[in-house]
């Protein structure tokens, strides 16, 4: 019955906001994408086939000029999971309101940490299943953040993520995430980005994070270093040793084609490697494949993972 209420609630508040934006000076954007594979998931040594959504999204973005130096924007986008077989397909994603100006950007609500958002594009594999995350700590999207980031100085911008211990997913703990980065993360404007970024106490963990990314002609090259350690147990300071990671990326594009490889490790934890193709069929829609293996330490069997799938962004 929530989620009936949410999806209208949301769908009439798209409506109303784009009916409004034709009478207003205020641009809005409505977007999202859908993204779909047919998989053989192998997990543990039990296969199955599905039709699964990775990460499909709608929502509305826009700004608001307030004065000649000051201007308010805001996001609220959800994931619709179109392979949940309960219907209850509606989760909630970035969702936030603030204010830029020459002083840099100030938002407050659901968000990406500063430590997510440093990694830039180098995931080549990102919301399939040779996501990054399934061996690095750190990719947090909590509830209760506010977020600062400067403005670019010759490159670079500085970032600070609070996350509220009012948020369930801090264990009661205020945590800070910071990241300094340089160039651009699409390496449209700049052939090199790199960032440095540190999490303390985000969701029970310390991380480091270094990641860098080039570009030379159709080659993009990227690479990461992180180490972790789990410092907060179900609200309990804890001590343990930290482990170190690394990841590797490559992609290739020929024409309309983009061929993608990636290898991961995390000490005491396990490595995975993937490859695969997009085919771009128009500038909004592609077709792509991909091969994931993932070992877990301990694990008798390999998980295996290939999927077919088409995106469309809108």
């Not at 209420?5 to 000076?25: R, V």
């Not at 080039?214 to 040793?241: C, H, R, W």
């Amino acid at each position: 019955m929530m989620n009936v209420f949410c999806k209208t609630l949301l769908a009439s508040a798209l409506a109303t906001a784009t009916l409004a934006s034709a009478h207003a000076a205020e641009p809005l954007t409505v977007y999202g994408k859908l993204n779909v594979t047919a998989q053989s998931n192998d997990v543990g040594g039990d296969a199955t086939t599905t039709i699964q959504s990775n990460a499909s999204r709608f929502g509305a973005k826009g700004t608001f000029e307030l004065s000649n130096s000051l201007e308010a924007f805001y996001t609220i986008e959800y994931e619709v999971d179109t392979g949940d077989d309960t219907k209850e397909n509606f989760k909630a994603r970035n969702q936030f309101v603030g204010l830029k100006g020459s002083f840099g950007a100030v938002s407050v609500g659901r968000n990406d940490t500063m430590l997510k958002q440093s990694q830039g594009k180098i995931d080549q594999f990102n919301d399939l299943s040779g996501d990054l995350k399934n061996l690095f700590k750190g990719e947090n999207r909590l509830a209760q953040t506010a977020t600062y980031i400067t403005p670019s100085f010759s490159g670079f911008k500085l970032g600070v993520t609070y996350a509220a211990e009012g948020d369930s997913d801090q264990q009661g703990q205020d945590g800070f995430s910071v990241a300094a980065m340089y160039g651009d993360s699409k390496l449209k404007k700049s052939p090199v980005y790199a960032s440095i970024a540190y999490d303390s106490d985000v969701k029970g963990y310390e991380i480091v994070r270094a990641s860098v990314q080039g570009k030379i002609a159709g080659l993009k090259i990227g690479g990461m270093y992180q180490q972790q350690e789990k410092t907060f147990d179900d609200g309990q300071a804890v001590s343990n040793d930290s482990d170190t990671g690394y990841l590797l990326s490559a992609a290739y594009k020929i024409d309309a084609v983009v061929l993608k490889a990636q290898y991961q490790d995390m000490e005491n934890k396990g490595d995975s490697w993937s490859v695969g193709g997009d085919y771009k069929l128009g500038k909004p829609t592609k077709l792509f494949a991909f091969y994931s293996n993932r070992a877990f330490e301990g694990d008798e069997n390999d998980d295996k993972f290939f999927g077919l799938g088409l995106e469309h962004k809108f």
